[in-house]
């Protein structure tokens, strides 16, 4: 076993988990703004989405980018096979990611009423399909419907399957599960309390539904992928999978006690649980028969790209650091600025 | 490698065909955004620090909006980009399988260097009034540096692709990796440096255009004269630069794949003191209808009128690059190329003498025209490199087809694709037109409060 490799595949799967926990709240905004209701009912909680999400969704991309561009660096030979076989739902996410992205830009610039409307219906609408599509990847290749090889996999029932069903469904309801309690803790922030009462309330719900999806999930797994499930039941998966359980049920209970930025913590750990446990109960195999030492690119590339992602850390902490300093810092001296003369 | 050929042989030409298609909409798209995402961040300093030094309230509103049109242009470019780093698997599979070790260095790195570019465009943008003056400017900065880097690592790969290096095959497989080889391989200074004035001359001109329109329809105050000054003349300064980096760039070509500069000249026989010819279509291995200049494809080419060009007769026809497409491609990048330098001599002309804009219409029609001319030059030079390159997407190592991903059905990938890109491009142009007109300037996707901003 090549440590780097090993070390690759770790900071994929970090890259990923962000992603997913970052980008899926970020979905998971649109999914709420979709059934925020009414133009005028809406607004207020359209404005909280906006709010939440503005910062950060640019952000978000670059997870995605990050872990696309470090699987064709490190894992080549896969990410060829994923991306040919799964070509269809792929092509999706990517004109959804296309469609929110813009209209969510476009959105913001537009002041007329009509233009809001078109631009954040389009928004929403992608922002609930997308996370459908993806988790429906994640679904073909966990139940090894993508074999090793370019297109060798079934074009169709790679991703429309019973296990990508799952997978598609829960990420949908990971993503706004994720989005209520952030956003909760957000209204909350801002004084809005009948606001977050109301994200809480949503956040109980998708909660539980998320825990019932994620049973059937199981039970889907069981008659599907039967490897994954020993590992994840009784295998060496099984401590991720118990932390992500545990996670969830307090989850439930810190919404219900109202402890807003608390749940923040343990709605996070239930995913990344999933998360690692579904990559612990696949270790070492990354396809069917395909070990990571086997797909893994040279050690000269592995060691080239962790040494520039160190590099690029060593950058972009400052960086956000001064990001998130200069806006405390900007509150207090609002009134200085270009227009004073000076 | 007889999987590789098996693969050519599964890829229909209609799959191929709309692969390339799909590749060339998304990438044409996006390299135009792209251009306005290196070259506007140092033109909106420039008016931004005019503006700070002279108290010029002109400048100031400039920088404003041009600061909030670079917000918008950033996330479409975002997105575009994204899909790209999706279709490189989708559609080239076999391009990736094999090679995308050797590439992936300089997209690791412009990973990096589009992620420092969003946190200082959300910084430069939130801070507008929040930081003094000079601060603010210096947050810019990182904004023109990371946007120039992008520009680099992303081309670099692309130079690779011309000039494959820093790798070993053996038996199909890649060993013996040496990625810094292969991003700075022999291609990488012509290609990097011409890009990058390119996107400068396309930012440039580009915003100049809308300037000139303003003006053509009457409004000739300093507000407008000053968005059309600042960034034309940073355009028109870069032209005459760039002409002389192309010449460098046709020289590389011209000694490293001499099969690319037949096609972009249309040699078919090996020759000594080859002619130049300029228009013209190829029929039957002959290029027809041109006009000739004796001995000067010779003397640009190798600066000797009795040099040596070597002819599309030295490889099989199959490995032909479409020659029209090819020559066409480049004859109109260089001329769109010479028709913005005399646009900047007549400038420079004028102001010489009167220290003004020249005042007649015709100065200002060519000048509207400007912006989709240096646009045009753009996308026909990259069609110069890229269909040049063909058949091969690593120069004569892989051919495209055997890249391109054989599952059956790409062709409503690309009609879906192009359907989003229609109303992409309606939907950016017209918000786009409202950051130029609208008070208050509108709000850019970064900021984070619409009520935050009262804007100038």
Redesign the interface.
């Known amino acids: 076993m090549s440590l780097l490799a090993e070390v690759t595949m770790a900071v994929l799967w970090v890259g990923l988990t962000a992603y997913v926990l970052f980008g899926g709240a970020d979905f998971g905004g649109g999914v709420w703004d979709l059934f925020a209701g009414g133009t005028e009912r809406g607004r207020e909680q359209r404005t909280l989405v906006e709010?939440s999400i503005?910062?950060v969704?640019?952000?978000n991309?670059?997870w995605?980018?990050?872990v696309?561009?470090?699987m064709?660096?490190?894992i080549?030979?896969v990410?060829?096979?994923?991306?040919?076989?799964l070509?269809?739902p792929?092509?999706l996410?990517?004109?959804g990611?296309?469609?929110?992205?813009?209209?969510?830009?476009?959105r913001?610039?537009?002041?007329e009423v009509w233009q809001q409307r078109l631009?954040g219906a389009t928004f929403a609408f992608s922002s609930l399909v997308t996370p459908y599509f993806l988790g429906a990847v994640a679904g073909g290749i966990v139940s090894g419907r993508v074999p090793a090889g370019?297109?060798e996999g079934d074009?169709v029932s790679s991703w429309v399957n019973p296990t990508s069903a799952a997978t598609g469904v829960l990420a949908v309801g990971v993503a706004a599960y994720l989005a209520a309690v952030y956003l909760t803790r957000d209204a909350q922030r801002q004084g809005d309390l009948a606001l977050a009462e109301t994200f809480r309330r949503r956040a109980l719900g998708t909660g539980l539904v998320v825990g019932v999806l994620s049973l059937i999930g199981l039970l889907v797994l069981r008659a599907d992928a039967p490897g994954l499930y020993a590992a994840l039941t009784s295998g060496r998966a099984l401590p991720l999978f118990v932390l992500s359980v545990v996670s969830g049920v307090v989850s439930l209970l810190l919404l219900w006690w109202r402890a807003y930025l608390a749940v923040r913590l343990t709605a996070a750990l239930a995913v990344t649980g999933l998360l690692w446990g579904w990559a612990v109960g696949q270790y070492p195999y990354l396809l069917p028969g395909v070990r990571i030492d086997e797909a893994a690119?040279?050690e000269?590339?592995l060691g080239?790209?962790l040494v520039?992602?160190a590099v690029?850390a060593v950058?972009?902490i400052p960086?956000?650091w001064?990001?998130y300093a200069?806006?405390q810092?900007?509150?207090s001296?609002?009134s200085?600025?270009?227009?004073d003369p000076? | 490698m007889v999987a590789s050929e098996l693969?050519a042989v599964a890829a229909s030409p209609i799959n191929l065909l709309a692969a390339r298609m799909q590749m060339a909409l998304s990438l044409g798209w996006h390299i135009i955004i792209a251009c306005f995402g290196v070259g506007m961040p140092a033109i909106t300093l420039l008016a931004e620090w005019k503006?700070?030094r002279t108290g010029d309230v002109s400048c100031?509103l400039l920088a404003r909006r041009w600061a909030?049109a670079m917000?918008?242009l950033?996330?479409?470019g975002?997105?575009?980009?994204?899909?790209l780093?999706?279709?490189?698997?989708?559609l080239w599979?076999?391009l990736?399988?094999?090679?995308?070790?050797?590439i992936?260095?300089p997209?690791?790195?412009e990973?990096?260097a589009?992620?420092?570019e969003?946190?200082?465009l959300?910084?430069y943008l939130?801070?507008?009034?929040?930081?003094?003056?000079r601060q603010?400017m210096l947050?810019g900065i990182?904004i023109v540096i990371a946007g120039v880097a992008s520009a680099f690592f992303v081309v670099t790969a692309n130079a690779w692709m011309n000039q494959p290096t820093g790798f070993e095959l053996e038996q199909g497989r890649?060993?013996?990796?040496?990625?810094?080889a292969a991003m700075f391989n022999p291609a990488t200074p012509p290609q990097t440096v011409h890009m990058i004035l390119a996107a400068f001359m396309v930012a440039g001109f580009g915003m100049a255009s809308v300037y000139a329109a303003a003006m053509l329809r009457g409004r000739r105050d300093r507000y407008h004269r000053l968005g059309f000054l600042i960034p034309f003349t940073v355009a028109a300064v870069i032209t005459p630069v760039q002409i002389g980096v192309g010449d460098w760039a046709a020289h590389f070509v011209a000694s490293n794949q001499p099969v690319k500069l037949a096609a972009m000249e249309g040699v078919f026989a090996t020759e000594r003191g080859v002619p130049l010819h300029i228009g013209g279509i190829v029929v039957d291995g002959e290029v027809r209808y041109a006009l000739e200049i004796p001995y000067a494809l010779s003397l640009l080419a190798h600066w000797n009128v009795n040099a040596e060009i070597v002819g599309l007769n030295e490889v099989p026809p199959s490995e032909w690059p479409p020659v029209n497409i090819t020559h066409w491609a480049f004859q109109i990048m260089v001329a769109a190329g010479f028709a913005l330098l005399a646009l900047g001599v007549w400038m420079l002309w004028v102001w010489k003498r009167r220290r003004d804009i020249p005042g007649t219409r015709w100065f200002l029609r060519a000048a509207v025209l400007a912006g989709p001319a240096a646009v045009v030059a753009l996308e026909a030079g990259w069609t110069t490199t890229e269909v040049g390159r063909q058949p091969w997407v690593v120069y004569g190592l892989l051919r495209t087809a055997e890249a391109v991903?054989?599952?059956?059905?790409?062709i409503y990938?690309f009609l879906?694709?192009a359907a989003?890109y229609v109303v992409?491009t309606v939907?950016?142009v017209y918000?786009l037109r409202?950051?130029a007109r609208?008070k208050p300037v509108?709000?850019?996707?970064?900021?984070?409060?619409?009520t935050d901003y009262p804007v100038?």
Not at chain 1, 336 to 339: C, E, I, L, S
């Open positions: 709010h503005g910062p969704w640019e952000a991309h670059v995605l980018i990050f696309i561009v470090v064709w660096t490190g080549p030979s990410f060829a096979a994923v991306a040919s076989t070509y269809i792929l092509t996410v990517a004109l990611i296309i469609a929110r992205g813009a209209a969510f830009a476009f913001k610039a537009s002041t631009f370019i297109a074009l690119a040279t000269a590339v080239a790209t520039s992602l690029g950058l972009l960086s956000l001064w990001l200069s806006f810092r900007g509150h001296e609002e200085r600025g270009h227009g000076q | 693969l503006g700070y100031q909030k917000g918008v950033f996330a479409v975002a997105v575009s980009g994204t899909i780093s999706f279709e490189m698997g989708l599979p076999g990736m399988g094999t090679y995308g070790q050797v992936g260095l997209f690791t790195l990973g990096i589009f992620f420092i969003a946190i200082f959300g910084l939130y801070a507008w009034e929040r930081l003094p003056p603010h947050t990182p890649v060993v013996g990796v040496d990625p810094w991903n054989p599952a059956p059905g790409l990938g879906l694709v989003v992409l939907a950016t918000v409202r950051i609208s509108p709000t850019a996707p970064q900021e984070r409060d619409v100038v």
